[in-house]
């Protein structure tokens, strides 16, 4: 197949890699001049993947026309720049596309594949491939598996034989809302995970904070429409535990910042990938309030964010919310 990754990041060109090794025709679009140069030239991309070796078969290009008449395209760039760098393009037209990107659009409150269906780009068969699968990982070719998402049944299967290798296992759902708001919220809960990390808080309070956002990210998955069961699956727990403790989670890593001391201005400034939660944070909340859905600590997690509130008294309100069933 002729396969086209939009965003030459970590987790895009992880992802070209796994297609290419099943010999399918890859190409690789990035905006950045240096690292398609280095794809190219050295096989390289030391800028978001360092020490890590690219199939010389993928080809990368800066030119995002070069995608059409692609059988498949896969969108790997952050959920905020989907709409500018895809609207005013028919490289989509007649492709299949499959989402890997993970978090809602601030203001919209739209989910990727309600984002791509209104852009009227002549496709309206989208899939979405979600699970605990750090790019670093991948690359290196350690046992990862994931879900492939879609409503319709053909793209769900197709993206499972694209991407299924020895080392990476694919598995297939309908459960389109549910996937995409495992992957959303989870970097959410990341973050609250980091400020636990940066305050030196314990293992209590880490599985704590697991358990209990996992309940409320389900409680929004199933108010739009998903199925729970997803929560305990790949793109759910799955996600969630490798999200909230994994040294390559950028989104962790923005909170174990904060719990250190450091602004989040100052963090973002000196990041050279996107922490996805960050405006999810913000869109989440918004979506949540449309349906009457509690998001407590997606709530304080916006207040330490966005109004400066302290961490450690952010926990303690968490903690003495009325006491209720579980």
């Not at 720049?81 to 609207?87: D, E, F, K, P, T």
């Not at 699956?233 to 001391?261: M, P, Q, W, Y």
């Not at 909340?285 to 998001?295: G, I, R, S, Y």
Request: charged share 20%; with cysteine.
């Amino acid at each position: 197949m002729r396969i086209t990754v939009l965003g030459a990041g970590a987790w895009g060109t992880a992802l070209a890699a796994v297609a290419a090794e099943n010999e399918h025709e890859v190409t690789l679009w990035g905006r950045e001049p240096h690292v398609v140069d280095e794809i190219n030239n050295e096989h390289r991309n030391t800028l978001y993947l360092p020490n890590a070796d690219i199939p010389a078969s993928v080809h990368a290009t800066t030119v995002i026309e070069d995608a059409r008449g692609s059988d498949l395209v896969v969108i790997a760039v952050p959920t905020q720049h989907i709409r500018s760098i895809v609207q005013d393009s028919d490289v989509l037209r007649g492709a299949h596309v499959v989402n890997v990107a993970k978090g809602i659009e601030v203001g919209t409150h739209l989910r990727v594949s309600q984002i791509l269906e209104g852009l009227n780009s002549g496709n309206t068969s989208f899939g979405v491939l979600s699970g605990p699968s750090h790019a670093e990982e991948v690359i290196a070719r350690m046992p990862t598996t994931v879900v492939a998402a879609s409503t319709h049944a053909e793209i769900a299967l197709e993206t499972q034989r694209v991407f299924s290798t020895d080392v990476f296992r694919v598995y297939t759902s309908d459960d389109v809302v549910g996937v995409e708001i495992c992957g959303a919220l989870k970097n959410v809960i990341a973050i609250a995970a980091g400020i636990v990390d940066g305050l030196g808080l314990g293992d209590n309070t880490k599985a704590a904070l697991i358990t209990r956002g996992l309940a409320e990210i389900s409680r929004l998955g199933v108010a739009l429409g998903a199925d729970q069961q997803t929560f305990y699956g790949l793109a759910g727990l799955g996600d969630l535990i490798v999200t909230c403790a994994s040294r390559h989670s950028r989104n962790r890593f923005v909170g174990e910042e904060i719990g250190k001391g450091r602004t989040l201005q100052n963090i973002l400034t000196h990041m050279t990938s996107v922490a996805e939660g960050v405006p999810t944070t913000r869109a989440a909340l918004e979506l949540a309030k449309t349906l009457n859905v509690d998001l407590p600590i997606t709530s304080k997690v916006a207040a330490i964010l966005f109004e400066d509130e302290e961490p450690r008294s952010a926990i303690r309100n968490l903690m003495l919310r009325p006491v209720k069933a579980e």
